[in-house]
T-cell receptor
Framework: GQNIDQPTEMTATEGAIVQINCTYQ??????LFWYQQHAGEAPTFLSY??LDGLEEKGRFSSFLSRSKGYSYLLLKELQMKDSASYLC??????????WGAGTKLIIKP | TAGITQAPTSQILAAGRSMTLRCTQD?????MYWYRQDLGLGLRLIHY???????GKGEVPDGYSVSRANTDDFPLTLASAVPSQTSVYFC???????????FGPGTRLTVL
């Protein structure tokens, strides 16, 4: 079966750095996505990785290792508004998105 | 720009009743999707449409039907609602099947 694993919840301090990990096992691979979802709102696109390595976009970076079936989302200079759930999703061989259950990130002052 | 709109925002429905959740996008995206999101689970694909006039079944299609008569609209119908269909429903669209998906604001449905 296909599976996406990510921690259920993480806590970090305002101004700090946090890394959210995602491991996956899918039938085929055509890219990995990270989305942010604030409580009661829709998921919004953060990043996309299809090749190994690091993609940087402002305070957010995403890393992919296809051989290890592993990705992480790195958030720097954390702000209170970063309190949200972060969803990892993999596009499988049929171009369907397989979603993880999400990591709820709690930011403390 | 509106992007993707969904209606209603929320609904309480008696079991056995039918209901259509509406989804409209103004981005001229070819592909559209319906997901449900339940606590502790990832988004699960119900149905999808790669282009107007075609639809396909996702991971959890039972009890749901869709149609795609034109590019902009992708309604989801529950023919006879059951309590297990209580969920938050998100519609999404993408320019093509290999592109990033963009989500509507969601419909919170409670079936009693």
């Amino acid at each position: 079966g296909q599976n996406i694993d990510q921690p259920t919840e993480m806590t970090a301090t305002e101004g700090a750095i946090v890394q959210i990990n995602c491991t996956y096992q899918t039938s085929g691979f055509n890219g990995l996505f990270w989305y942010q979802q604030h409580a009661g709102e829709a998921p919004t696109f953060l990043s996309y990785n299809v090749l190994d390595g690091l993609e940087e976009k402002g305070r957010f970076s995403s890393f992919l290792s296809r051989s290890k079936g592993y990705s992480y989302l790195l958030l720097k200079e954390l702000q209170m508004k970063d309190s949200a759930s972060y969803l990892c999703a993999v596009r499988d061989g049929n171009y369907q998105l397989i979603w993880g259950a999400g990591t709820k990130l709690i930011i403390k002052p | 720009t509106a992007g993707i709109t969904q209606a209603p925002t929320s609904q309480i429905l008696a079991a056995g009743r039918s209901m259509t959740l509406r989804c409209t996008q103004d981005m001229r995206h070819n592909a559209m999707y319906w997901y449900r999101q339940d606590l502790g689970l990832g988004l699960r694909l119900i149905h999808y449409s790669n282009t107007a006039g075609t639809t396909g079944k996702g991971e959890v299609p039972d009890g749901y039907s869709v149609s795609r008569a034109n590019t902009d609209d992708f309604p989801l119908t529950l023919a006879s609602a059951v309590p297990s269909q209580t969920s938050v429903y998100f519609c999404a669209s993408s320019p093509g099947t290999a592109d990033t998906q963009y989500f509507g604001p969601g419909t919170r449905l409670t079936v009693l």
